[in-house]
């Protein structure tokens, strides 16, 4: 199956800072790229849709300056927490579907956001 | 809006019984239904998905759109199925919209040998 990688798998950043996670598809083109984000024992709820060459599309509640999310290329989307704060702790994952038309979307392991 | 409620939020079972996962869905179109398996230190993975209605690993799960549900089965469970089971919909529009998915709360399957 198609691989979707995300980096780092943990990260521990200080209050106020900034943080990028990256999410890449392996060994396959991905017009589009989805954030999601998961809180302890919660179900995942999705932030934001990242489409390559075009701003990403937040869901509701999302502020978009807080995550700025970049598809610069057809493997690759970013996601950065923009000063972070406690609350954004949380674990963020991002999947990606080959193609326009595939039925299935491809997860990346996740990353684990940590501020103090 | 499109809602995903799995209303155990843990099951657990002895090997050999049958296990089913309950899946309640709540859309106004016509949604696509997935149901995702998170192993134990694993990422998120596709299990099956209406459309292609076949049968993972003995799993098998059918769309009832009167009741709205999308319950997932299994006759006879066995100790490698314990994982955190998530069912999802996707609204359908076409391409990338399955992607775009509404997940259920998940339930935590247990199969005790």
């Known amino acids: 199956g198609a691989v979707v990688s995300q980096h780092p798998s943990r990260v521990i950043c200080k209050s106020g800072t900034s943080v990028k996670i990256e999410c890449r598809s392996l060994?396959?083109?991905?017009?589009?790229m989805f954030w999601y984000r998961q809180f302890p024992k919660q179900s995942l709820m999705l932030m934001a849709t990242?489409?390559?060459?075009?701003?990403?599309?937040?869901e509701q509640g999302v502020e978009k300056d807080k995550f700025l999310i970049n598809h610069a290329s057809l493997t690759l989307s970013t996601l950065t927490v923009t000063s972070a704060h406690p609350e954004d702790s949380s674990f963020y994952i991002c999947s990606a579907i080959p193609g326009i038309s595939n039925t299935e979307a491809f997860f990346g392991q996740g990353t684990r956001l940590t501020v103090v | 809006a499109q809602r995903v409620t799995q209303p155990e939020k843990l099951l657990s079972v002895f090997k050999g019984a049958p296990v089913e996962l309950k899946c309640n869905y709540s859309y106004s179109g016509s949604p696509e239904l997935f149901w995702y398996v998170q192993y134990s230190r694993q990422r998120l993975q596709l299990l099956l998905r209406?459309?292609s209605r076949e049968s993972i690993k003995g799993f098998t799960a059918d769309l009832n759109k009167g009741e709205t549900s999308f319950h997932l089965k299994k006759p006879f469970a066995q100790e490698e199925d314990s994982a955190m089971y998530y069912c999802a919909l996707s609204g359908y529009a076409g391409g990338t919209s399955y992607g775009k998915l509404t997940f259920g709360q998940g339930t935590i399957l247990t199969v005790h040998p």
């Open positions: 209406h459309i």
């Open positions: 990242s489409n390559e060459g075009s701003k990403a599309t937040y």
């Open positions: 060994d396959f083109q991905a017009t589009t």
